[in-house]
Every structure is written in C-alpha cells, then in structure tokens.
C-alpha cells in the first residue's frame, strides 16, 4: 500500500520561507510524478508544483518564482522550498503521487502565513 507522508508545515509570517517535505512509501517501481496541491477553506484544490522523474517541473500561476520543487534521482521523495509567503498563500498542502493511472495523496500539512 503506497503512503505519502509530508513534514514541514506551520506558521510563518508575510515574506518568509518554509520547506516542505513528503516520501512515499510502499510504492513498486517508483512515482512517475510526485509534488504538490494545497485548498484554502472554501476554495477549490489548485496545483502548487509538480516534478517528474525525469526532472520535469510544472508550477501553478500563483506560485511561479517564488516556490521550487525538488527530488532526488531514484528517490521517491520530493520537496517544496516556498519563498516570500503571503498570506494567500495559506492553505492544506497535499503531497501527490502518481505511477501508471494512479494517484496517491498525502493527509495533508497546514501552512499559516500571516502577521
């Protein structure tokens, strides 16, 4: 059974940084795509980032330039470095995971930017 656990969520104020991390475990043959999607209360799940394994990365419009995706060659673990938060950018973010026609989601880390 594949599961993605994520770490790294929190407060923070406007302008800051945070790390996010999340590794799966479980997986045969490894995450094709692996990244990150976040919901604010009321709000639909919008993309944040994602990475393929080939080094692939697809950011969504609210976040290009400020947030960067990364993982490890042959590692089924992916990060998200998140730079000059604002507070709209607070929201559930959501480790995802896909190989072949599925997809797996991390529970989820709460993250805070406000002042």
């Known amino acids: 059974q594949v599961r993605l656990v994520e770490s790294g969520g929190g407060f923070v104020q406007p302008g800051g940084s945070l790390r996010l991390s999340c590794a799966a475990s479980g997986t045969i043959g490894g995450l094709y795509n692996m990244g990150w999607y976040r919901q604010a209360p009321g709000e639909q799940r919008e993309l944040v980032a994602t990475i393929s394994a080939d080094f692939i990365t697809n950011y969504g419009d609210a976040v290009k330039g400020r947030f960067t995706a990364s993982r490890d060659s042959g590692k089924d673990k992916v990060d998200l470095q998140m730079n000059s938060l604002r507070p709209e950018d607070t929201a559930v973010y959501y480790c995802?995971?896909?190989?072949?026609?599925?997809?797996?989601w991390g529970q989820g880390t709460q993250v805070t930017v406000s002042s």
């Open positions: 995802l995971g896909t190989t072949g026609g599925a997809v797996y």
